[in-house]
């Protein structure tokens, strides 16, 4: 029996010293998950710090881009109405030019040149006594052809204000960026 007593005492200690190990190693997981716990904790205060602070400067730089492309628009808008009202000057300045052709207000005229003896010009090279002007010697041109100078120097001058339009359009939205 006696030694029966030591098997059960040797048993118990036994039982005693796995029970203390796992009391231990339970112990020892609680510790571990408290620490590892306060990390995740710590790790996801400063990931939410992180985010807001790049929310915030993405939420900057957007404002940012929308304010310079609000400027561009404001600019083009400007240059927009610019070359508008160039065209409708223009375009105001040739009707009213081709009005006074039309009624015979202006004419238009080129100079001779009476020296080159290609041009078949027969017209005296000193001024007479007929006329009041001492320039150069001019033949009018017929109203027909004035008009159609006129309709293309028109066109050549929409085609310079568009052109300009599109350098100044390029130039705002190149210069935006």
Excluded at 44 to 67: K, V
Aim: with cysteine; hydrophobic share 40%; net charge positive.
């Amino acid at each position: 029996m006696g030694e029966l007593v030591t098997q059960y005492k040797a048993a118990l200690i036994l039982f005693s010293c796995l029970l203390l190990i796992g009391i231990g190693a339970g112990g020892a997981w609680q510790v571990q998950d408290w620490r590892m716990g306060k990390q995740l904790a710590e790790q996801a205060g400063q990931f939410q710090t992180d985010l807001r602070a790049l929310s915030n400067a993405a939420t900057a730089q957007a404002r940012a881009e929308q304010g310079k492309r609000m400027d561009t628009e404001r600019a083009l808008a400007t240059s927009d109405q610019q070359h508008t009202k160039e065209l409708s000057d223009a375009q105001r300045n040739q009707a009213r030019l081709r009005d006074q052709l039309a009624t015979a207000d202006v004419r238009l005229s080129v100079l001779l040149d009476s020296t080159d003896p290609a041009s078949g010009c027969n017209v005296p090279t000193a001024p007479g006594a007929v006329g009041v002007v001492h320039a150069a010697r001019r033949a009018q041109l017929d109203p027909a052809h004035a008009q159609r100078i006129i309709g293309i120097t028109d066109a050549g001058d929409q085609g310079l204000i568009a052109l300009r339009a599109c350098q100044a359009y390029a130039k705002a939205v190149s210069t935006s960026k």
